[in-house]
T-cell receptor
Framework: DAKTTQPNSMESNEEEPVHLPCNHS???????IHWYRQLPSQGPEYVIH???SNVNNRMASLAIAEDRKSSTLILHRATLRDAAVYYC?????????????????FGEGTQLTVNP | DAGVTQSPTHLIKTRGQQVTLRCSPK?????VSWYQQALGQGPQFIFQ???????QRGNFPDRFSGHQFPNYSSELNVNALLLGDSALYLC?????????????FGQGTRLTVV
């Protein structure tokens, strides 16, 4: 499985932008870049995903490098509720003899602390 | 619209016993994946079900088995429980089993093996 590298932890102040980096130098052409976050005592929550172009949604923006070897999750205005572990994941498809499927391979993630 | 629901929320079992965890996917979703999350670590993929078949499997022993029903709900069974099986078990559902899909997670079942 292709791997990602993220900083263990980052800090931000409330209402300031946050840029969470992710390196994925072994990404293949068909891997989608997914971001999930996990708040304490909850299951992971989908944030955003993309393939090649930058993506925006109501939660965040995803900036993907031209060579796709890195990406950055951007929270435009951090709130206290954004404090969570953020996971950068390459979603791959495995083709077996008769079936195919995809998995999310979670790493350690980045623990984001938001200061009031 | 109910999201992914898992039951039970907490469970305590004795080493050597068997356990069954249940998952109802988000409405309209046909694919269910199971993950194990040990304390302080990221979730680890166990397996994925689509069209009632196991489509992909992670690095887990055969003691871990599953099933998907015609209504897309799913069960995770673990036999011969070990202390190391204590973890949060997460179910995720999606529409289809491809890479360009969002996965929605339940709150998980906290399993403690004593």
């Amino acid at each position: 499985d292709a791997k990602t590298t993220q900083p263990n932890s980052m800090e931000s102040n409330e209402e300031e932008p946050v840029h969470l980096p992710c390196n994925h130098s072994t990404i293949s052409g068909t891997d989608y870049i997914h971001w999930y976050r996990q708040l304490p005592s909850q299951g992971p929550e989908y944030v955003i995903h993309g393939l090649t172009s930058n993506v925006n949604n109501r939660m965040a923006s995803l900036a993907i490098a031209e060579d796709r070897k890195s990406s950055t999750l951007i929270l435009h205005r951090a709130t206290l509720r954004d404090a969570a572990v953020y996971y950068c994941i390459l979603r791959d498809v495995k083709f077996g003899a008769e079936t195919s499927g995809s998995r999310l391979t979670f790493g350690e993630g980045t623990q984001l602390t938001v200061n009031p | 619209d109910a999201g992914v629901t898992q039951s039970p929320t907490h469970l305590i079992k004795t080493r050597g016993q068997q356990v069954t965890l249940r998952c109802s996917p988000k409405s309209g979703h046909d694919t269910v994946s199971w993950y194990q999350q040990a304390l302080g670590q990221g979730p680890q993929f166990i397996f994925q079900y689509y069209e009632e078949e196991e489509r992909q499997r992670g690095n887990f022993p055969d003691r871990f088995s599953g099933h998907q029903f015609p209504n897309y709900s799913s069960e995770l069974n673990v036999n011969a429980l070990l202390l190391g099986d204590s973890a949060l078990y997460l179910c995720a559902s999606s529409l289809g089993s491809g890479t360009n899909t969002e996965a929605f997670f339940g709150q998980g079942t906290r399993l403690t093996v004593v």
